[in-house]
């Protein structure tokens, strides 16, 4: 009878001991993670396919993604018909006043009872026409911006902020490893905002009838920022916003090292997303509010608002969109790290 129980006992450790291979031989599998990836990018209204891309299979002699070391001599600014975009109301309380570039930071004001939150700032060759003048066409008052919350230390997003503190006394928010960057970067001294409040992780910023809470989530910088929104005003109807900062992973930029290594950054990235995507889904967060106009097609959305038929479905509502847009993200950055594994 020892033996049989012996042996029954022998054979439940082999087959859990293959049960076990088989998941770390998936979970080692980079196209199991780039088919999840692959099925969450998609939904009619809801497009995620532009961040697919991050589950290109690396090539030999790649680089570690890095962003440029800032110019050697004087800044191009682009022609304004490279990053002007008319602004736009998107909800009763919020407005996208970002550009048309698709690989820089969009913009989204959040009016409240006592004032406006900006989410980002844009260029600081372009805060004037599209947030000033921008706030000015649609009724609203830039002096009135009480913060700007800065998502990442990257000067298409904080460029702005420094005209915006010194003009109109806004509080300039980031957090502690992004003041870092903005401080020892390879950035003009004139843009950089003045050292302001600290964002910490689960902070809550409320202004009036609007709380903002607010999240460390580094990889794309050291110390990248992402928020909730509540509530967003549809009419009647309130709803949750999930602004997931930054795009892609990276080492190092202007002159800052961010991660040791490439790895290092993927493997943080991808734990943020799926940790981010935890978090908005248990607020029940249904408005995804995009980093960057390429991640979703953003200014597709904002153009469709203004045809929505009343009573009609919003196209910046679905809680699914939430969920999936970190999806792709955080399988996507399990897929490189596969590769990488197994190269």
Request: some cysteine; proline content about 6%; charged content about 20%.
């Amino acid at each position: 009878m020892k033996g049989y129980f012996a042996a029954v006992f022998c054979s439940f450790l082999l087959l859990a001991g293959l049960g076990v291979s088989k998941a770390n031989a998936q979970a080692a599998n980079p196209q199991v993670h780039v088919a999840a990836a692959r099925a969450a990018a998609y939904e009619p209204g809801q497009d995620f396919t532009n961040i697919f891309d991050l589950c290109a299979e690396p090539k030999p002699g790649r680089a570690a993604p890095a962003e440029g070391a800032g110019p050697a001599g004087p800044r191009k600014v682009p022609p304004r018909s490279q990053w002007y975009t008319e602004q736009g109301k998107v909800f009763d309380n919020v407005y996208y006043v970002g550009t048309a570039l698709g690989d820089n930071a969009t913009a989204w004001a959040i009016t409240t009872s006592e004032g406006i939150i900006l989410i980002d700032a844009t260029w600081d060759y372009s805060v004037e026409e599209l947030i000033v003048n921008g706030f000015k066409k649609l009724g609203l008052d830039p002096a009135q911006i009480k913060y700007v919350v800065v998502a990442v230390a990257k000067p298409q997003i904080f460029g702005g902020a420094r005209l915006l503190q010194d003009r109109y006394k806004a509080h300039v928010l980031t957090s502690e490893a992004d003041w870092n960057v903005i401080e020892k970067g390879n950035f003009s001294p004139d843009i950089k905002p003045k050292k302001d409040m600290v964002v910490t992780d689960g902070q809550k910023l409320t202004l009036g009838d609007v709380t903002i809470t607010l999240y460390v989530t580094p990889g794309n910088t050291p110390g990248t920022v992402s928020a909730l929104v509540s509530p967003i005003k549809d009419g009647n109807q309130k709803h949750v916003g999930a602004f997931f900062g930054g795009r892609a992973p990276f080492v190092n930029g202007d002159g800052v090292q961010y991660f040791p290594n490439e790895v290092a950054a993927m493997k943080v990235w991808g734990e943020q997303a799926k940790r981010f995507k935890e978090i908005a889904e248990k607020a029940g967060a249904d408005v995804f509010l995009a980093s960057h106009v390429g991640i979703d097609k953003t200014l597709d959305k904002v153009n469709a608002v203004k045809f929505r038929k009343p009573g009609g479905p919003h196209p910046f509502v679905s809680k699914t969109a939430v969920g999936r847009a970190q999806t792709v993200v955080s399988e996507c950055m399990n897929a490189q790290l596969a590769w990488r594994a197994n190269p």
